[in-house]
């Protein structure tokens, strides 16, 4: 087990961890035809950055829950070469499809176990910060922050479905067994912050209030379900 962050009654330690993009894609697995990217990544997707940051998945506490918060100032479309799969098991002729990704973007984690552990693996990540696609590199920036409890602004924060209302309902991978065999989904709600268009959208739904962890900013701070591995493998 690793030591927790320092909690003092209503108030705790965390890190707060920025990861900035200027491009980043996630893809939609309920979309063949075209590369549609989801809103925002997975929580899966996120532990994933954080074991390339650790080193592995055995470096990871299983029981490691983090806040997370992301955010695209625009978004856009552009070709990219495809390599179809034949029923054959072989690639096929490669065909131009369209790719859909979101652009300047921010992910926000907070982290409230082990904070200076991963404040140390931040400073010097054993593997390359990639956000969404493996050729989407990113950079992070760490620095600990108190979080109170109050009532704090949504804004781009990812959300399980009974948290919160309001905001767009998606269907996401918490987990993934290391074999890829099974995956974990869960219900989650998040404040879309750009429009299909690439136009900003309507910020009313990004200003919605919820209870529990706040930074001192302001910003709401939930702690999602473990994305370790082995919470797929249990299912």
């Not at 709600?189 to 001192?216: F, M, Y």
Request: with cysteine.
């Amino acid at each position: 087990m690793t030591p927790s962050s320092e909690v003092s009654g209503d108030e705790r330690e965390a890190l707060e961890v920025t990861v900035t993009a200027p491009i980043a894609s996630f893809r939609d697995p309920l979309y063949s035809a075209v590369a549609v990217t989801l809103p925002c990544p997975a929580p899966a997707t996120v532990g994933g950055l954080l074991a390339a940051v650790a080193g592995g998945w055995d470096d990871v506490d299983p029981q490691l829950r983090f806040g997370m918060a992301f955010t695209a100032q625009a978004a856009g479309i552009d070709l990219e070469t495809h390599w179809p799969l034949e029923i054959r098991g072989t690639f096929g002729q490669p065909v131009p499809r369209e790719h859909h990704f979101l652009a300047f973007t921010e992910l926000t984690i907070w982290i409230t176990e082990d904070v200076v552990g991963w404040e140390r693996r931040f400073r010097r990540p054993v593997w390359p910060l990639r956000l969404g696609r493996s050729q989407d590199l990113a950079t992070a920036r760490a620095r600990r922050v108190r979080l109170h409890r109050g009532t704090g602004v949504v804004g781009g924060a990812l959300l399980p479905a009974k948290a919160g209302r309001g905001g767009t309902l998606l269907q996401l991978p918490t987990a993934i067994s290391r074999d890829r065999s099974r995956t974990r989904w869960d219900t989650y709600r998040h404040r879309l912050s750009v429009a299909a268009s690439g136009r900003p959208a309507p910020q009313a739904l990004s200003d919605a209030l919820v209870e529990g962890w706040v930074t001192q900013e302001g910003r709401a701070v939930h702690l999602l379900a473990p994305t370790h591995p082995m919470q797929a493998e249990a299912v």
